[in-house]
């Protein structure tokens, strides 16, 4: 049964052609989604158009979606070009399970130029999920496909743009390549003048092994029935061996090698919420005996409140650019979709496939993946600063015929299908040797410093900046934080509580009870500081309540500016001993840990640091506008770092 999409549920294809270098642009616009709106991967704005060589250059056309039924009765529907075709395949015993090639036919004879897309499931529901992720591989992760003569006809151009553009790789239509299958949903769309027609109940027929003709029930026949040589005396396709064509021409495959797979770990790290971060994990792959392609990863999290934080995770090749390079793959949770996942003590699990050919190890070159998490912004329902995120990758091996393991493998060379052991097994079946890892856990900011800095333009031993009463700018340092997108309840910014210097002064002392600190933007505005009564050589200045307790007074570092703080103090003798130099020069040297958070918290045996993540609606009265999270700890700022040092003579 064919059944034209009646509006709402048409799509309307404006297409237009601007020939610039051979150019051209792809104009889409929808009509009012509705449930059953399903997403379309050939019909995105600025997708490389693969059905432009079928319509009339120059001109707007409608493009006809069409659902395509097999009630009891219908075995087979006619497809014609200038339509895409949504084809349900019914969940029927009657239904082959046969090359998609074998089911497409082609009224005048002959192989069929068609291409298109196999969705997850009959009812597209991850990709309905996933319709508004911003990666392509993440909206459409099932398989697109594109027949031998598509390959090489007149779509073999816009093909290739295709895959380049997005990504992706067509699969194969013939033995060994996408498969017709019942209960599935396909998009289909045929270039040919002639009609096509698809058939997908076919009524069992009695194959004769050793004709040289594939036929129902047989996965190759090379004119005997004699076994042992590829193709067995019932042909089918024997271990080891590879078959194509009919009649069939069957060589073997070459052993399978090993797969080693090392985890490596990363200590604790913020993670910035609504932003890419740095690695919290890597693998590191081993080939021996062949090349391997690496065709999938698991990656779980736990601590409670870790999949509302982590949107993705991504994996990355060192050498590549964020903003510049694409990651090789992206997990997420829909990715999963019906795979078997761990679920003792994790609290999510996140899959990706990758795409053919995009990460291959040769035996003796060693590559590895970083895993890289997408934070979810404060927008997301329960994404807040302070959740706590732990990776883990499970030494599990697969327990289904999916072969759903934490990392999925073949053999460029044999085809094998690698399978995860705990240990070297049987080499000619294709392993992936894997010891399991637990990361460090990491926790979530939505604002965080990105750098701290040297706020003085004054040269190293520049004389003391004194003035008569003795008071001295001592140091100055600029608190740079990143950008954020975190706008719920005001965008997120950084306000300081606390502050402990590292003050050096040989030969030269200084009165404890002078030290103010203050934002040089607005000197009047001081907090008072403290060290021990008449200090001299290396001590250390207190800063405390910065922020004055009532969350107004003290600047907010707010998402990718700078404020500088000044720390001044009294001296009272520029020189102990007059025969002997003097100096003075101010450090911040421990800036926390994330162990120090946790356990200890602001102090001079703990961090020397105290800071808030405060969204701009905080107002501190208790109203529960915003939302504010405390932290002693600033991450990825190597220490000390220091201030200008000031002579005294």
Not at 124 to 152: C, H, I, M, W, Y
Not at 353 to 361: A, K, P
Not at 564 to 580: C, E, F, H, N, V
Request: aromatic fraction near 8%.
């Amino acid at each position: 049964m064919i059944i034209p999409f009646t509006r709402p549920h048409r799509l309307i294809l404006f297409l237009a052609i601007v020939f610039s270098a051979g150019a051209f642009v792809l104009f889409v616009g929808r009509q009012n989604r509705s449930g059953n709106d399903i997403p379309i991967p050939f019909m995105e704005g600025g997708a490389i158009d693969l059905r432009g060589q079928l319509t009339t250059i120059g001109r707007r056309q409608t493009t006809d979606v069409i659902r395509v039924t097999f009630p009891a009765g219908t075995d087979a529907e006619t497809l014609q070009q200038d339509r895409i075709y949504l084809v349900s395949v019914p969940d029927d015993p009657d239904v082959p399970n046969i090359p998609l090639d074998q089911a497409m036919a082609l009224s005048g004879g002959g192989t069929v130029d068609y291409f298109g897309y196999k969705y997850l499931s009959a009812d597209a529901a991850v990709e309905k999920q996933n319709r508004d992720d911003p990666s392509f591989l993440v909206r459409f992760p099932g398989q697109f496909f594109a027949s031998a003569k598509a390959r090489t006809g007149i779509s073999s151009g816009t093909i290739a743009a295709f895959e380049q553009r997005t990504g992706i790789t067509m699969h194969s239509t013939d033995t060994g390549g996408v498969m017709l299958e019942g209960n599935a949903l396909y998009l289909i769309v045929v270039n040919e003048a002639q009609s096509v027609t698809i058939t997908v109940r076919q009524a069992p027929a009695s194959s004769v092994c050793g004709n040289g003709a594939i036929e129902t029930g047989e996965t190759c026949d090379d004119s005997n029935a004699a076994s042992g040589d590829g193709c067995s005396d019932i042909c089918a396709v024997e271990s080891g061996w590879n078959c194509t064509g009919a009649p069939s021409v069957c060589t073997q495959n070459p052993s399978a090698g090993s797969l080693h797979v090392n985890v490596q770990t990363y200590p604790s790290r913020m993670l910035l919420g609504g932003a890419l971060n740095e690695p919290i994990l890597s693998l590191v792959f081993s080939a021996e005996g062949e090349p391997v392609e690496g065709t999938g990863v698991q990656v779980s999290v736990n601590q409670l409140g870790a999949t509302y934080a982590v949107g993705s995770l991504e994996l990355w090749l060192p050498e590549a650019v964020p903003g510049v390079d694409q990651p090789v793959a992206v997990a997420t949770q829909a990715g999963c979709g019906n795979d078997t996942v761990p679920s003792d003590g994790t609290e999510g699990t996140y899959c990706a496939l990758i795409s053919s050919g995009q990460f291959i190890v040769t035996p003796g070159q060693p590559r590895q993946l970083l895993i890289r998490p997408r934070m979810n912004s404060d927008e997301v329902q329960y994404s807040v600063a302070g959740n706590f995120v732990r990776p883990v990758i499970y030494e599990r091996r697969e327990t289904n015929a999916n072969h759903e393991g934490m990392v999925r493998a073949k053999g460029v060379n044999s085809g094998i299908t690698y399978r995860i052991v705990t240990g070297m097994g049987d080499p000619t079946t294709g392993i992936v040797d894997l010891v399991g890892a637990v990361g460090s856990a990491n926790i979530v900011s939505m604002a965080r410093i990105q750098s701290i800095g040297n706020g003085s333009s004054d040269p190293d031993d520049t004389p003391v900046p004194a003035d008569q009463a003795g008071e001295a700018e001592l140091g100055r340092f600029t608190f740079h934080a990143a950008p954020n997108t975190n706008t719920k309840a005001g965008l997120n910014a950084v306000v300081f509580s606390g502050i402990i210097f590292l003050v050096e002064a040989p030969n030269m002392r200084l009165s404890g009870t002078g030290f103010v600190m203050y934002d040089t933007s607005d000197p009047s505005n001081t907090r008072p500081c403290s060290a021990s009564d008449e200090s001299t050589g290396t001590f250390y200045v207190t800063c405390l309540n910065l922020e004055n307790q009532s969350y107004y007074s003290w600047p907010r570092i707010t998402s990718d500016s700078t404020v500088t703080y000044s720390l001044k103090g009294t001296i009272t003798s520029l020189k102990i001993d007059p025969a002997q130099p003097s100096s003075v020069q101010v450090s911040l040297d421990n800036l926390g840990s994330f162990d120090q958070m946790v356990n200890g918290g602001f102090g001079i045996a703990d961090s020397h640091i105290s800071w808030y993540d405060m969204d701009a609606d905080w107002d501190g009265s208790g109203n529960n506008i915003g939302r504010v999270a405390a932290f002693s700890w600033i991450d990825d700022i190597p220490v000390p770092v220091k201030s200008t040092r000031y002579s005294g003579g």
